[in-house]
């Protein structure tokens, strides 16, 4: 299959803004389709070259909503080790359980659909636990910690129409620097 560069909404689209709802399954031939070409955009984003290639910015998650289609799924395709990634495809996800320790990543969190630079700390669990659906229909459930860990709640807000700097603290952004860790 050819790579085929993906459409991303702007944060100015009120797409963004809608909460999404359950995916019924089985899923449209379409729907498979999509994920895939979600995978392989993350993939490639994340690849340096392929990135220049196709004038890709990095990133390691994109929500369903980022492209118009206003359901509950994410992709994060995880670079775990120099070279290597994991994919994770949650559909209809729950976070069922949380860490107390909360962190924030140092650089400030960045979006794929947020073409700006903004500043300030995002409060994020240090660990989660999220449940789902894969593609076929089964039953999953992930485990996830750092930078992992942000980006299941980062694109776990997008499908509830939340984007990472509605979390930052409008009058002082960097308010609760010594209530977290950071990564
Ligand atoms: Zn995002």
Not at 7 to 12: A, G, S, T, V, Y
Not at 50 to 68: E, N, V
Not at 76 to 82: G, I, K
Request: proline letters at 3%; glycine letters at 6%.
């Amino acid at each position: 299959m050819s790579f085929k560069k993906l459409d991303i909404l702007d944060e100015k689209d009120k797409r963004l803004r809608m909460k999404c709802h359950d995916v019924i399954f089985p899923l449209s031939k379409e729907r498979k389709k999509l994920i895939q070409q979600m995978i392989d955009h993350l993939t490639y984003s994340q690849i340096e070259d392929l990135s220049i290639k196709y004038d890709l910015r990095p990133g390691m998650g994109l929500a369903a909503p980022q492209l118009g289609i206003n359901e509950n799924f994410f992709v994060v395709v995880h670079e775990y080790e120099e070279g290597k990634f994991h994919n994770y495809v949650i559909i209809n996800p729950k976070i069922v359980s949380y860490s107390e320790e909360k962190i924030c990543t140092s650089t400030g969190e960045g979006c794929l659909s947020v073409n700006r630079d903004i500043e300030g700390i995002v409060p994020r669990y240090a660990r989660v636990t999220i449940e789902g659906f894969d593609e076929m229909g089964n039953k999953v459930k992930f485990r996830g910690r750092e930078e992992l860990s942000i980006a299941f709640q980062h694109e776990y807000d997008h499908l509830n129409g939340i984007l990472f700097f509605d979390r930052i603290d409008k009058d002082n952004p960097f308010k609760d620097k010594d209530n977290m860790r950071m990564i």
